[in-house]
C-alpha cells in the first residue's frame, strides 16, 4: 500500500516481556516519527528520525523504550520489561522531509498494545 | 512549556448545524498550528494547518479555523455538519524552530445527531 504500514496492529503482551512494533514509513519519506496515544497522556511525541542525523530521542519516557531506523526506511521501537502503564496505541508516522511548514505528516493506523 | 488546550472532549450537534470546535494555545510566539481527525481505529490526518500568511485556513472537508493571535486561538468550523464527521479532533502545535516535534490538546469527540 502507499501509506504508512505498522505491525502488530495488535499486541498483548505479559507484563515484564520485551515487545517490538515495527512501522514501515512511505517510500521516499526521509523523516519518521513515534507517537504514543494514551487513555492517561493523551498524545505524546516519542521519538524522531530524519535522515541520517541524531534522532531526537527527546520524547522516550524511560530507557526502557528504544528505536531505531535501519537503511533510513524501516523503524522498530522496542519497549523492555513492559509495564501496564505502557498500554497505549504506537502511532507512527512519516513525512517527505523534516519540518512542516511546506510538509504534511501521515500517520499509520498503530499499534495497539495492552499489557497484562 | 507550550501547551493546547481543547475546550469539551465532547460536542454534539445535529446533522447540518455548525461545528465549532475550540482550541488555544499558550505560547507568547505564534507556533505553527495544525487540526487532525481521527475515526475509529484508524490513524490521524490532517485537516488543516497555518503556518504563515493568510489567517482563515481552507482544509478538507469543508473545515477551516481562523488563527487569532490576540486570542491565541486556531478554532475549528464548519458551516454543515455531517454524519461522516462524527469523529475525534485533535488540535496541535509546533515550535517553528522545532516544527517536527507536535504537542496535541487533549482531543474532541464530535457526535453528530441525525
Known amino acids: 500500500g502507499a501509506g504508512v504500514s505498522q505491525s502488530p496492529s495488535n499486541k498483548v503482551t505479559e507484563k515484564g516481556k520485551d515487545v517490538e512494533l515495527r512501522c514501515d514509513p512511505i517510500?521516499?519519506?526521509?523523516?519518521l516519527y513515534w507517537y504514543r496515544q494514551s487513555l492517561g497522556q493523551g498524545l505524546e511525541f516519542l521519538i524522531y528520525f530524519q535522515g541520517n542525523s541524531a534522532p531526537d530521542k527527546s520524547g522516550l519516557p524511560s530507557d526502557r523504550f528504544s528505536a531505531e531506523r535501519t537503511g533510513g526506511s524501516v523503524s522498530t521501537l522496542t519497549i523492555q520489561r513492559t509495564q501496564q502503564e505502557d498500554s497505549a496505541v504506537y502511532l507512527c508516522a512519516s513525512s517527505p522531509w523534516g519540518g512542516q511548514r511546506r510538509n504534511t505528516i501521515y500517520f499509520g493506523e498503530g499499534s495497539w498494545l495492552t499489557v497484562v | 512549556a507550550q501547551s493546547v488546550t481543547q475546550l469539551g472532549s465532547h460536542v454534539s450537534v445535529s446533522e447540518g448545524a455548525l461545528v465549532l470546535l475550540r482550541c488555544n494555545y499558550s505560547s507568547s510566539v505564534p507556533p505553527y498550528l495544525f487540526w487532525y481527525v481521527q475515526y475509529p481505529n484508524q490513524g490521524l490526518q490532517l485537516l488543516l494547518k497555518?503556518?504563515?500568511?493568510?489567517?482563515l485556513v481552507k482544509g478538507i472537508n469543508g473545515f477551516e479555523a481562523e488563527f487569532k493571535k490576540s486570542e491565541t486561538s486556531f478554532h475549528l468550523t464548519k458551516p454543515s455538519a455531517h454524519m461522516s464527521d462524527a469523529a475525534e479532533y485533535f488540535c496541535?502545535?509546533?515550535?517553528?524552530?522545532?516544527?517536527?516535534?507536535?504537542?496535541f490538546g487533549s482531543g474532541t469527540r464530535l457526535l453528530v445527531r441525525p
Open positions: 497555518y503556518t504563515t500568511g493568510a489567517t
Open positions: 517510500s521516499g519519506h526521509t523523516a
Open positions: 496541535a502545535v509546533s515550535e517553528r524552530d522545532s516544527s517536527y516535534k507536535l504537542i
